[in-house]
C-alpha cells in the first residue's frame, strides 16, 4: 500500500549513512595538533613547548602565545578532493596557568588556498575569530566554533590550504593576563564525495 511504502521509505533514509548505504558525504572535522604548527617568521607564537603534569601522566604540548602582543602560528595541508571547497568553521583547544582573575581568550584563524605553480606569497583571507573563557589552571579548554570562514585563492581540487592562527591580545574580551596556551585546532569542512576518486 501507499502507507507501507511511505514507511520503508522514511525507515531506509533513517538509517542511510549508518550501514544502510546511504552517503557518508558531509560535515567531517580535521584536527591539527600544536605540533603540527610553527611559529610564524614574522610576529611569531612561542615555539612548542612541552610542561609536565605529573609522572606518567600527560604533558602539557603547546604553542604559547603573549597577552599584550598578537602573535601567530601557521600550519598548511594538502586539502582533499573530496571538499566541497565552501566555507570552513574552527575551534581551538587550549589551557593556561594559575590566574587569579580575568580568563577571557580571543582566538583567530585566517587561510589561503594554493594551487600547482602558484605564488605561496599571497594575501590571507578574512579572519574569523571566537572567545573562550578559562579559568582553572592546566584544565583543557575547547572554544565554541568560529562563525564561517571563506578560504581566498579560489580554491581548487588538490590545493595546499595554508593557515594562520593567533590570539588577539589587544581585544576587549582578551582579558587573560598571562600567556594562553594552544593545543590545538580543529577545522570543521564539508565533503560532497565519499572518496577522493
Known sequence: TALAEAIAADIKALYAGA????STAGRMMIPIMAGSMQPS??????????????????????????????????????FPKRWNRGTITARFRWSHAATTTNFGCVWGIQAVAVGNDGAINQAY????????????ANRLYVS????????????????????????????????????????????????N?????
Open 19 to 22: 550501514g544502510g548505504g546511504g
Open 41 to 78: 617568521a614574522s610576529g611569531g607564537s612561542g615555539v612548542l613547548t612541552n610542561v609536565a603534569t605529573s609522572a606518567n601522566r600527560p604533558d602539557i604540548l603547546t604553542l604559547n602565545f603573549n597577552q599584550t602582543t598578537q602573535q601567530h602560528a601557521q600550519f598548511s595541508i594538502p
Open 125 to 136: 583571507g578574512s579572519a574569523v575569530e571566537v572567545t573562550d573563557t578559562g579559568g582553572t
Open 144 to 191: 565554541p566554533e568560529t562563525s564561517a570562514m571563506t578560504v581566498a585563492g579560489s580554491p581548487a581540487d588538490g590545493d595546499t590550504v595554508f593557515f594562520r592562527v593567533y590570539r588577539k591580545a589587544a581585544d576587549a574580551a582578551d582579558t587573560l593576563a598571562i600567556v594562553s596556551r594552544l593545543h590545538g585546532v580543529d577545522l570543521f569542512i564539508t565533503t
Open 193 to 197: 564525495a565519499e572518496n577522493d576518486a
